[in-house]
């Protein structure tokens, strides 16, 4: 049975594809009947925060379920000679097609992107002006993607200093702070079976190696331990050292303001890249915001 209508003031973390589960967890939240009244997000949380403020997350829903792994490799536009690796257009470009423009500050929902200013070395609230520079910026991991101008800052991933934004819903609390963590403790989850349109045959796989290897090649960045058993690729190695350190820093956000429910995703969800498990990704947020909710409820009323 649904709650009584309330209004939630939402935080939603970084984390890559797991980012998708965000998703997930919005469709529980509103239905429960909770209504969110301000939102934040940092990196893929602001992504998801953004469609959301902008009533278009459904459409971005649908769009990313019907993603392959080898779509997902066509929308990786090369930076040749820049801070990154890719230059993120190709995607931002695609989804600001069919999501329409939008400023900040005429959004529904009071909505709070956060970003890094690395020469600053702080965070930064971006709460006007244009909603697609705001998330750009705010995706723009280090090495992966090149960093966003906005206002003349060169401004970086999000969640490198405040992986989980509670703080910025801190000032339009509602009824209930809602916290999402990409970066849980693994825990056992329903694992349905991927769609066949999401399984590559081996050639596919061989040529997607053959471009990943050409790639470090171009950049003087080939791993000289690939050939050893269990050695990192470049981007491996800078994903899963961001991952841990936003594991870290998240905790202590956490710590300084503790939420009124934390739902946290297991970081096994997914790896960062694989936006091509959308489906199951979601269904993974929807499952474990339902039993963070359900036991904060239980809690509540005893």
Avoid at 54 to 61: C, S
Avoid at 186 to 192: F, G, K, M, N, T
Wanted: aromatic share 6%; net charge negative; glycine share 8%.
């Amino acid at each position: 049975m649904p709650t009584t209508s309330k209004t939630i003031s939402l935080a939603l973390g970084s984390g890559g594809a797991r980012g998708l589960a965000h998703i997930g967890v919005i469709r529980v939240l509103e239905r429960h009947g909770w209504r969110i009244d301000a939102i934040a997000g940092s990196s893929m949380g602001a992504l998801i925060a953004g469609f959301h403020a902008a009533g278009r997350l459904a459409a971005y829903a649908d769009w990313v379920q019907e993603l392959t792994e080898l779509n997902v490799m066509r929308y990786l536009d090369l930076s040749w000679g820049g801070a990154g690796l890719l230059k993120g257009q190709a995607v931002m470009e695609t989804l600001r097609q069919f999501i329409g423009e939008h400023q900040i500050e005429e959004l529904p929902i009071p909505l709070t992107v956060v970003a890094t200013d690395p020469r600053a070395r702080r965070e930064v609230w971006i709460n006007q002006g244009d909603l697609f520079d705001a998330i750009r910026a705010s995706i723009a991991v280090p090495t992966v993607f090149t960093p966003h101008i906005v206002q003349g800052r060169p401004l970086l991933d999000g969640g490198i200093l405040n992986p989980v934004p509670i703080a910025p819903v801190m000032h339009n609390r509602g009824d209930l702070v809602v916290a999402v963590s990409l970066s849980g403790p693994p825990r056992e989850r329903p694992r349905p079976a991927l769609p066949a349109k999401q399984q590559l045959n081996p050639g596919y796989r061989q040529r997607i190696d053959r471009f990943i290897e050409e790639l470090q090649e171009r950049f003087g960045r080939e791993d000289r331990w690939h050939k050893q058993e269990e050695a990192l690729s470049l981007i491996d190695a800078a994903l899963l050292s961001i991952d841990a350190m936003q594991a870290q820093i998240a905790a202590c956000k956490l710590a300084a303001y503790p939420p009124d429910l934390l739902i946290e995703i297991p970081i096994d969800t997914c790896a960062v890249h694989e936006f091509y498990r959308a489906t199951e990704v979601i269904e993974a947020g929807e499952y474990w915001a339902e039993k963070a909710l359900a036991e904060y409820l239980a809690e509540r009323d005893t």
